[in-house]
């Protein structure tokens, strides 16, 4: 064995490129079975050197991989602006997609073109597709009636191209702000699915709700869950029984539902984890039920588990390389597609619950640098000023390199969005980037954070800018104390929610000698005027409604404070952002230049609230790392140097 060289952290080499980490983990948008006998694995997947074209993909025989729906065709759905549900297909190869351009719903039969289903209408958007029992269900969400909330229903769209005429599509559903996950019965007569108002979030307050389809438009319904918790996904057993996701004891589990006169309500696996999880994608499914009384589910908490669930109460786990990102995307007997990341990153697996030795990976889930680069998550949980903060902390890890004796690691802080999102204790490719260099990233479960239950998320309710920046300072304070970061050189990063509380923490604390914000939310008031319909309400729940509590938006906003912003500071933006636009993010860069205080600003065509083009994602990488070493005082050999201003 030879001995590992002797580098100060920061600058040891490494073979993680920027440009490898865009390609090795995709982005996948959905999965399912495609075939009566010997079905195919097909599924959707964000193609970075496209542009962050969203693709449909299947496995050929061969090996190969092969393109359903190729250029320029974009399969994107914009409902609610997070999309999701943006694909289905049948079994005999027919692909049904919302073509991101038009938002219009487009069938493609193998061997042809793509053809409309739907109207050209203006805006009018479709997302959440679903085919059951030959049926084509989608969400649909109307901006061109004139109203101040874009009008949202459940449609039954013609699979013969009927649907163009817009009297052709037959409305199943409204009556709400919004509606997802909508199920048929097995027999066709019933329709369910979840539905909520503002100003509450899915994950706040949302009713299951059932009607009978018995011609016309839009069943007679009743609410038979929720109201004062937020169920989730209803799935038929047969004609009168559902299960679905709730959260009445505080954690989302399972619940049977009999829909006889006194609607029979029946836990299926009470557990202290999650089944379920806050609702930003349509189409997101946690369980899946086998046929045979048996239910694939996942469980979280903190980090997440695929378990089979025997319908006796029994379940056993199911193994897959995954802890963090996972959903059910299809079943069929008794396999079933699952979704998610892990030690190699994204990936598509293919589960057969009678023999967990035969799951297979169908893409992704592999490191192209071998498991001695990647770090190993360590769950850590520190004291915090409203209680226990949960993280996961990636040390530096290098087969070559040391740092030296008398020396810590500088360490960045990743914040997650949502601000209801979670991290579950994954390495991807971009942590490993730093971690190979020997720099430490702390993934931090802020209070607000799903995965811990409902009263650990609502800790952030009413104190947005509050909780999250004293638990991402506990959590880094509690690192450095323990020996195992350098407290001078912290730094912080997140996007969006994340780059919020990146911008709080830099004008509340002195913990962090150095920010990267994302596209973060700088000013409240602003963010409540331009933001889309799906959030236009979240900020009540999270600080106050308005205008009553006006005054707490400005304290709160971190332009209200720029005079403190003295810590250096990278931006990022994509100006093409719908949720947080540019002026935000400009407001703080032109703060930092009257402060004099060291930045940089870098904006992004052609990019909305996320990044999706390879040379993006390559571009924001290497100008973090550079941006690290800057302030840091430390090398970073083969990366282009970031000026700063």
């Not at 009978?212 to 319904?221: I, Q, S, T, V």
């Not at 996007?495 to 000013?523: E, H, K, M, P």
Request: net charge negative.
């Amino acid at each position: 064995m030879t001995t590992p060289e002797v580098l100060p952290y920061g600058s040891w080499p490494s073979p993680i490129t920027a440009a490898e980490v865009s390609a090795a983990s995709p982005r996948l948008e959905g999965a399912r079975f495609v075939g009566a006998h010997e079905p195919e694995v097909w599924w959707g997947e964000s193609v970075p050197e496209e542009g962050g074209r969203s693709a449909v993909r299947r496995r050929a025989a061969s090996g190969a991989v092969v393109d359903v729906l190729g250029a320029p065709w974009s399969a994107r759905s914009r409902v609610h602006e997070y999309g999701g549900g943006s694909w289905t297909a049948d079994d005999d190869g027919v692909l049904y997609f919302v073509e991101k351009t038009d938002q219009r719903i487009w069938r493609l039969v193998p061997g042809g073109e793509p053809r409309p289903l739907t109207p050209a209408a203006g805006d009018v958007r479709f997302g959440g597709l679903t085919l059951q029992h030959g049926r084509l269900l989608a969400v649909r969400e109307d901006h061109t009636r004139g109203s101040e909330v874009p009008v949202r229903d459940i449609v039954e769209v013609p699979l013969d191209g009927g649907g163009t005429d817009a009297a052709r599509l037959r409305s199943l559903a409204g009556g709400s702000d919004f509606v997802a996950h909508p199920a048929l019965s097995p027999d066709g007569t019933r329709l369910a699915w979840i539905a909520w108002d503002h100003p509450h979030m899915a994950w706040d307050r949302a009713e299951l709700r059932v009607g009978r389809l018995e011609g016309g438009d839009g069943p007679e319904w009743t609410i038979v869950a929720g109201g004062g918790s937020s169920p989730l996904q209803p799935a038929w057993v047969d004609d009168d029984d559902l299960v679905y996701a709730d959260d009445p004891s505080g954690r989302w589990n399972l619940w049977r539902l009999r829909l006889t006169a006194d609607l029979r309500h029946e836990p299926v696996a009470e557990v202290d984890a999650d089944t379920g999880g806050p609702l930003w994608v349509l189409g997101t499914r946690w369980f899946a039920l086998l046929g045979d009384g048996g239910i694939v589910a996942v469980q979280t908490n903190g980090a997440e588990e695929l378990v089979l669930l025997d319908g006796t109460g029994g379940s056993r786990p199911l193994h897959v390389d995954a802890v963090t990102r996972l959903s059910i995307e299809d079943a069929r007997g008794r396999r079933v597609l699952v979704s998610g990341a892990g030690s190699g990153g994204a990936g598509l697996w293919e589960v057969d619950v009678d023999d967990p030795a035969a799951t297979r990976l169908v893409v992704g889930g592999g490191s192209p640098w071998g498991a001695e680069w990647m770090p190993r998550s360590r769950a850590v949980t520190v004291p915090g000023p409203h209680g226990p903060v949960h993280a996961f902390d990636y040390p530096p890890v290098n087969p070559g390199v040391v740092g030296p004796d008398d020396e810590r690691p500088p360490y960045v802080v990743f914040v997650h969005g949502g601000p209801t999102d979670h991290v579950g204790g994954a390495a991807s490719g971009k942590i490993a980037y730093l971690t190979s260099r020997g720099i430490g990233v702390l993934d931090v479960n802020y209070g607000g954070s799903s995965g811990y239950g409902r009263a650990y998320r609502e800790r952030l309710l009413g104190q947005w800018g509050v909780v999250d920046v004293d638990d991402v300072v506990a959590a880094a304070r509690g690192l450095a104390e323990a020996g195992a970061a350098d407290e001078r050189r912290l730094a912080i990063a997140g996007g969006s929610a994340g780059g919020w509380t990146v911008l709080c923490a830099l004008t509340n604390s002195d913990a962090f000698g150095a920010g990267i914000s994302r596209y973060g939310v700088a000013d409240l008031r602003k963010l409540a005027e331009d933001t889309h319909d799906f959030e236009a309400r979240y900020l009540d729940g999270m600080v106050g409604p308005l205008p009553e509590a006006e005054a707490l938006y400005v304290e709160r906003s971190p332009l209200s404070h720029l005079d403190r912003l003295c810590t250096p500071l990278l931006i990022e933006q994509g100006l093409d952002d719908l949720v947080v636009p540019p002026s935000q993010s400009e407001a703080v860069r032109d703060a930092l230049a009257a402060n004099g205080v060291a930045h940089a600003y870098l904006a992004f065509e052609g990019e909305g609230h996320g990044f999706r083009a390879a040379t993006t994602l390559v571009r924001t990488m290497e100008a973090e790392l550079a941006f690290l070493g800057q302030v840091f005082g430390f090398e970073t050999p083969g990366v282009p140097p970031l000026e700063l201003a």
